[in-house]
């Protein structure tokens, strides 16, 4: 479904990665691995279409992702090294713009339903600025359980997460995995989700 | 369209719950527009005479106030980013960003210049135009600045780089919205000033957006 084909990487003068294939499909997912600095980040923002590669072409269905923009974002969720939340408004209020800019409705119950499972059950109604840094990111990756894209593209998804929300995650991906979604992800721990290849940059 | 509603009620209800940003633009413009008849003192006349163009210049920096974080908050904290990748259009999401920048800081600035007119010993007629001259000139200088707030986007020093690259763009909008309360006074009629500060208008509500867009992705990059 998702392919690139000969990506090259240009940061400044310096070739983070040259001639780059990967490919996910249905019920698959790549991790991504390299050392600080080897291009993960910046291999994932050409993933999500958020910055051009310097060579080759990413596909989506067969079809470069430059022509099928629309019905490719309407598939992604991309998360980055910032949460892209707002401090002064409420885990509930965060979710529901978030889907807003996803161009999906999000039922109240379902966003309730969400926080809840990640352990935010009290905490939905205060800003999130009063949160902690590891429970801002559940904030975030609640967005995960709420959103029906196929293909998830996670950057460092397990930063500041305690051991119960590591294994909530690692369960969230799996299902989403086993329900014919597909991932791409970076970590530097070792995963224990099924149906995963590894992307050594 | 659902986004871009999504975006202007997130930005309104964000200034609502941190009032001081827009109180800071608005209490600016009072404040300098204030100063120039309590320094020159009361003579008619003159407050007359400089009124449109003190009062234009006062709003013209009261919008400047807000621009820089126009799109840097976005931009910290990862949002400009899923903007980005939203299946709606970016253009259209940042058109809904200047919007709720004209609704927080241009709209009160319209509707507080009457109150502050009346110091200059305006009449009713010259208020009327003055308010329907920043009726159609703030949402300009919320425009062109979304460019310039684009461009300046994460470069270093970029509040006064905004100023030096905004400023000069926004003196047709000075010219025509001030020229238009002063041939008022002068009893020439305000037809002509409004018509072409409406035309600038119509003509940068199409084209700035797509230049802040441009710019914004370039800054994403």
Redesign the interface.
Known sequence: MLSAHGLTCVRGDRRLFVGLDLSVDAGEWLHVRGENGAGKTSLLRLL?????PAEGEIRWCGQPIRDTD?TY??N?L?F??????????TAL?NL???A????VELQESNAMQALYRFGLKGREEL?VRVLSAGQKRRVMLARLATRKAKLWVLDEPFTALDVKAVELLSVLISEHVAGGGMAVLTSHQTMPIPGGRVVQL | M??ML??IR?DL??VM??KSEVLTALFFFVIVSSLFPLGIGPEPALLRKIAPGVLWVGALLATMLGLQRMFAADH????L????????PLVL?VLGKIVAHWLVSGLPLVLMAPVLGIQFDLDTGALGVLMLALLLGTPLLSLIGAIGAALTLGVRGGGVLLSLLVLPLYVPALIFGAGAVESHIAGLGAGGHLSLLAAILVMAAFFAPWAATAALRIA??
Do not use: Y
């Open positions: 999500a279409g958020l910055s051009q629309s974002r309407q992604l991309f980055g090294h910032h949460g892209a939340l707002k401090e002064d408004l209020e529901a713009f978030a807003a800019m996803d161009g800003p | 659902n986004a999504a975006i997130r209800l964000m719950r941190r910290a904290d990862g949002t980013e899923q903007m980005a990748i939203s299946p709606t999401l994403l990059e």
